[in-house]
């Protein structure tokens, strides 16, 4: 069976076209809409996190994701993803951490490329010095995530 078209997930924020196979999120797209709304219990599950952490109402995520990449951008992603909620790390940073401490722009490209946005935490990747540094999204959303998260509108922790 051919895999299905992305789910729409929607805010005020952003709109996200959401991937699932296999049991996992597998792609979101940032500033696009799916072609469809969420049917299954994994798309509705998804969607809920993805809508309650949109609203401020979610810091973590628990919908299984499977990324697709070299084994350097998973070592990548998987730092990233240990990136508190409402804190950043710099390149340089998540390049020791990996246990390449000169490869910040190594890190910048695996950043790039990664297939799952907001789940997998890149806006929280910032250049040296607190500069926004790049988004696939583009820095004006980079910047609404951070606010989002640092503003601390959490109204109920899940």
């Known amino acids: 069976m051919p895999p299905k078209t992305p789910f729409t997930v929607a805010s005020d924020l952003v709109s996200l076209a959401v991937s699932v196979a296999d049991g996992a999120i597998t792609r979101i797209e940032l500033n696009r809409s799916g072609d469809r709304a969420p049917e299954t219990v994994l ?6 996190e993805l809508e309650e ?16 990449g070299t084994a350097f951008d998973r070592r990548v992603w998987d730092a990233v993803a240990a990136i508190r909620y409402g804190e950043t790390a710099t390149y340089g940073e998540i390049a020791g951490a990996i246990g390449n401490p000169r490869g910040a722009r190594a890190v910048g490209t695996a950043n790039g490329r990664n297939p799952i ?13 607190g500069k926004l540094g790049g988004y696939g999204g583009g820095l004006p959303l980079k910047r609404r995530l951070l606010d989002l998260e640092t503003s601390r509108r959490i109204a109920h922790p899940l």
């Open 117 to 129: 946005p907001i789940i997998i935490p890149c806006h929280r990747v910032v250049a040296a010095g």
């Open 43 to 48: 798309e509705r599950h998804a969607a809920r």
């Open 53 to 68: 952490y949109l609203g401020g109402r979610r810091t973590e995520f628990t919908v299984p994701v499977r990324p697709s």
